[in-house]
């Protein structure tokens, strides 16, 4: 493949706004249980070097402690895929990096790029881009790069689906899988080739009062399933494997590394029910386990929610957040495992109500797990932050900030911890365009 990088000629969502993003620290709804309190948390501003337009945000911590930011920047016909890296103390190490910049790399709200850091300190990036000959608008194969330096060069990318099939791919995970080596997952359409398939067939406005009509039916015979693989310092790939044969067509799946291997996240579809929970995998020696339901939560779903889980780990101990809405009854749930992801205890409702929007994402340390998600009501969206303290105790919840954008142009924020505080993106939408704000939290002083 030539060095130059094709890349997104992709619209953004966007709603019309009245102003920025502003700070709060209002409690939200309570969830079930314990009433969470505000009081032992502090907010203060965390400032990006991302320009404005930048959107489709991923934070990834690496494991020298840095903390990894990725964007998607429109320019002109093309866009580029950009990152900086964060040292502390409110220091950018450089400017931001551009990856990737071209026409064809292809993105939306809930389909975004991610970046991740082995430990030999290399950096890895992918993205969707179209095929040149796709029969679908809505095709993409999942690209993959690296970079030896510090982001001054990257390798020529690599498609990590090799099928072909003009099919949609993406949907990714992406884990340090050894010293200079990654792990990936995905979601794969290559067995819905020729059959209809197409993600924006329709919307389905059963789920409609409690998602925003956040909901997308792939019209096909053929059913998604997930993959994985890993790929070395060369690119060179290996262990690739088909791990669940149907799944979900558009919702996000996420991993994190526990102290005996990866585990996996996302959601299943089980047909002809339809029924669409959870489901967690585990890399073994002699491969992935089957996967197991983190919780039988029963929601039936004739279509794609658009709303993936999030998952965290410190040595044996992981924890999973997602959405769901069994009986039309929108929950946002925590499950914990001290097993290594192999059983799941009984979970907490953190959130509950038709203003729920879901689209969660969980960090943890050991001194807590933290979660921020999405809320829409009368008065617009609003980002949601609540910590978990590991000792036990009251839920700590704040109202992070109130968003003028509504809708799905403020896609998915994303969290990550470093040195107890929580760190935290997202989108908003200001005069017409995105642009991202961040925010640091931790105990109050």
């Known amino acids: 493949m030539k060095r130059t990088l ?8 966007l709603a019309a706004c009245q102003r920025e993003s502003t700070p709060a620290t ?27 337009g930048a959107a489709q945000p991923d934070l990834a911590t690496g494991p020298d402690g840095r903390l990894l930011l990725s964007w998607v920047r429109p320019m002109g016909d093309r866009n580029a895929l950009q990152y900086a890296a964060y040292m502390g103390d409110d220091n950018w190490e450089s400017a931001p990096k551009t990856i990737a910049v071209g026409r064809t790399l292809t993105a939306n709200w809930a389909n975004t790029p991610h970046i ?29 790069t690296r970079s030896p330096d510090n982001g001054v060069h990257w390798s020529a990318p690599i498609a990590v689906n090799e099928d072909k099939t003009g099919t949609e791919h993406g949907f990714v995970a992406l884990w340090p899988a050894a010293q200079d080596t990654l792990g990936i997952a995905w979601l794969d359409g290559r067995k819905t080739a020729g059959e209809g398939h197409d993600e924006h067939a329709h919307e389905h406005a059963a789920n409609a009062k409690h998602a925003e009509g956040e909901t997308e039916e792939h019209a096909h015979g053929g059913e998604m399933t997930v993959r994985a693989a890993r790929f070395d310092g060369t690119l060179a790939r290996s262990e690739e494997a088909e791990i669940d044969a149907s799944t979900c067509d ?79 009854h929108p929950v946002l749930r925590l499950a914990r495992s001290t097993d290594g992801g192999r059983t799941f205890g009984a979970p907490t409702d953190i959130d509950q109500g038709s203003a729920l929007q879901g689209r969660v994402d969980i960090a943890m340390d050991s001194a807590g797990t933290w979660l921020v998600w999405l809320r829409e009501d ?51 939408i200001v005069d017409g365009q995105p642009k991202l704000q961040g925010a640091k939290v931790g105990p109050a002083s």
């Not at 094709?6 to 969502?13: G, I, P, T, V």
């Not at 939200?28 to 404005?52: I, K, R, Y």
């Not at 850091?117 to 999942?142: C, E, F, K, N, R």
Request: aromatic share 6%; glycine share 10%.
């Open 26 to 52: 209002a409690p939200a709804v309570p969830a079930a249980g314990a009433a969470p309190t505000a009081s032992t948390l502090e907010t203060n501003g965390w400032a990006l070097p991302t320009p404005d």
């Open 116 to 144: 991740a850091m082995t430990d030999d300190g290399a950096l890895w990036a992918h993205w969707l881009q179209t095929p040149a000959d796709a029969a679908s608008p809505h095709a993409s194969d999942v690209m993959l």
């Open 250 to 328: 558009c919702c996000g799946t996420d991993a994190a590394m526990t102290n005996a291997g990866p585990v996996l996240v996302y959601r299943d579809r089980t047909l002809p029910d339809e029924i669409r929970d959870i489901v967690a995998v585990r890399r073994e020696s002699k491969g992935w386990t089957k996967p197991v339901p983190v919780h039988a939560d029963g929601w039936k779903m004739p279509a794609c929610p658009l709303n993936g889980p999030a998952v965290a780990a410190m040595g044996g101990n992981v924890a999973v957040a997602w959405y769901t809405a069994p009986d039309e």
């Open 378 to 428: 009368a008065k617009g969206q609003s980002v949601q932050l609540e910590r978990l303290p590991a000792k036990g105790g009251a839920p700590q919840r704040i109202e992070l900030a109130r968003l003028a954008g509504r809708g799905r142009a403020t896609g998915f924020p994303k969290i990550a911890v470093r040195g107890g505080i929580a760190f935290v993106v997202w989108t908003d």
């Open 6 to 13: 094709l890349f997104l000629s992709a619209a953004f969502a």
